[in-house]
């Protein structure tokens, strides 16, 4: 079963109409604030993340271990935040300190299994998803320039040879060439919308699957355990239940579990 989309990033049931929709729109806006968001995310997680492995070398800045922490803690929650743009915010949580002193905060905070996923999202999986993003925006940025030629043209003969009147490209700064190329553009804008939509979807997956708190894997057998039943965890004595009517040998059965009681 596939994941539903995004109740922002959910297309319509037509093609055709899909760049004339508010969707592409939201998509473009997101993955266009990841390179200057996330860039700007990425250096200070980075720097963070060395300033640490250098401070932790050293005995007297060993504290400040706890708050180049919160720094990359921090980019986290802004990059949680954006995807409130197409989606809900991503929620979080991080482990508490439960023991006081200075050691307990820097074993807790440095440790923190979502500092890690923190540390993996803004720096390891910040190229791949830059340039999934751009491509995508490229492609569809390309695609509203080509239908709107026909306005701007005759801007096209400053761009040198490749569309002077010589030059292999002529053909784009004449009126019927650009409405050619306006049409082909038109044609593709829904497959251009459509990619950009795919994109800000998988990369909203990424963010969410390594940002979110990990779920606990043994939840369902704990609920199990949890409801009264045969596996139920509760003491049998504590357990309430009508017994049934004595059956012939003067025994009485608790419902649902065949127990003699």
């Known amino acids: 079963m596939t994941r539903p989309a995004p ?5 319509p049931a037509s093609l055709v109409r899909l760049p004339l929709s508010a969707a592409p729109w939201l998509a473009a806006g997101y993955l266009a604030g990841y390179p200057l968001v996330g860039g700007a995310l990425f250096a200070v997680a980075t720097a ?3 300033g640490g492995v250098v401070l932790s070398q050293f005995t007297v800045t060993v504290p400040l271990l ?3 922490a919160w720094v990359i803690r921090g ?3 802004v990059e949680r935040g954006r995807a409130a743009l197409v989606d809900r915010p991503i929620p979080y949580r991080y482990s508490e300190v439960t023991e006081p002193g200075l050691p307990a905060h820097i074993r807790t905070r440095c440790a923190d299994p979502a500092i890690v996923r923190d540390c993996v999202y803004l720096i390891l999986l910040f190229p791949p ?6 491509f995508a925006l490229v492609i569809w940025l390309l695609s509203l320039g080509c239908l709107t030629l026909p306005l701007w043209y005759r801007a096209t003969d400053v761009s040198g040879r490749l569309a002077g009147e010589d030059g292999m490209l002529a053909w784009v700064h004449t009126l019927p060439g650009a409405l050619a190329l306006a049409l082909v553009a ?3 804008l829904p497959f251009a919308a459509r990619l950009l939509l795919a994109t800000a979807r998988l990369h909203l997956t990424v963010a969410q699957a390594v940002l979110r708190p990990v779920g606990d894997p043994l939840a369902e057998a704990k609920g ?3 409801r009264p039943g045969p596996l139920s965890a509760v003491p049998g004595g504590l357990r309430t239940g009508t017994p049934t009517e004595p059956t012939e040998n003067g025994e009485s059965h608790e419902p649902n579990t065949g127990r003699a009681s």
């Open 48 to 50: 963070a993340f060395l």
């Open 224 to 226: 199990v355990l949890d």
């Open 129 to 134: 998803l830059l340039v999934l993003d751009l």
């Open 66 to 68: 706890v708050g180049l």
């Open 7 to 11: 109740g922002r990033l959910r297309p």
């Open 75 to 77: 980019c986290a929650q």
């Open 186 to 188: 038109l044609v593709l």
